[in-house]
T-cell receptor, first 112, second 115 residues
Framework: DADVTQTPRNRITKTGKRIMLECSQTKGHDRMYWYRQDPGLGLRLIYYSFDVKDINKGEISDGYSVSRQAQAKFSLSLESAIPNQTALYFC???????????FGSGTRLTVV | AQSVTQPDIHITVSEGASLELRCNYSYGATPYLFWYVQSPGQGLQLLLKYFSGDTLVQGIKGFEAEFKRSQSSFNLRKPSVHWSDAAEYFCAVGADGGATNKLIFGTGTLLAVQP
């Protein structure tokens, strides 16, 4: 099994629908992150969490919410999806300061 | 604010040729620096990282990078490119001095390899 698993891999949804992207990890890392990737813009941070009780907004959190259900699970929700949220979404984990990230394979979300 | 610039959006090299991908960062203190590679349809994989010490760091797949404080650069190099190196490459800097381990990513450089 992959260290960081994202579900679904691909999703098409309609404008106004609520959608949840899920992330689970077997790394045992406390720190988890959600990024979105857009062509020409690189990766931008949406939310991050240090543990179940510590959740923080990133640079582009508007329109998104998160839930850290357990150390291993970190979900991203779009309460009312809009077309400009069409993107590739990545979950990542980290051991901590000075360490790099372990990324999931991504969720490609299309909002029509 | 911290930032990362990758000046080259797209680079094409011939197989067997040398490669250098440029990365410039903006950060007041000694940065944490990373290079990641993304193959089509895949997540990002860590190639190498720099925190302190020797300014020339070795990574996986034969890549290396050199930290140059005077130029605020952390360029990625490979002496001989293989067709399997075709991918998108991202440079990243650790924000907030690494306390939160948030990474700021560049916009990426797409590498194509000609036979």
């Amino acid at each position: 099994d992959a260290d960081v698993t994202q579900t679904p891999r691909n999703r098409i949804t309609k404008t106004g629908k609520r959608i949840m992207l899920e992330c689970s990890q077997t790394k045992g890392h406390d720190r988890m992150y959600w990024y979105r990737q857009d062509p020409g813009l690189g990766l931008r941070l949406i939310y991050y969490s240090f543990d179940v009780k510590d959740i923080n907004k990133g640079e582009i959190s508007d329109g998104y919410s998160v839930s850290r259900q357990a150390q291993a699970k970190f979900s991203l929700s779009l309460e009312s999806a809009i077309p400009n949220q069409t993107a590739l979404y990545f979950c990542a984990t980290s051991r901590g300061r000075g360490y790099g990230y372990t990324f999931g394979s991504g969720t490609r979300l299309t909002v029509v | 604010a911290q930032s990362v610039t990758q000046p080259d959006i797209h680079i094409t090299v011939s197989e067997g040729a040398s490669l250098e991908l440029r990365c410039n960062y903006s950060y007041g203190a000694t940065p944490y620096l990373f290079w990641y590679v993304q193959s089509p349809g895949q997540g990002l994989q860590l190639l190498l990282k720099y925190f302190s010490g020797d300014t020339l760091v070795q990574g996986i797949k034969g890549f290396e990078a050199e930290f140059k404080r005077s130029q605020s650069s952390f360029n990625l190099r490979k002496p001989s490119v293989h067709w399997s190196d075709a991918a998108e490459y991202f440079c990243a800097v650790g924000a907030d001095g690494g306390a939160t381990n948030k990474l700021i990513f560049g916009t990426g450089t797409l590498l194509a390899v000609q036979p």
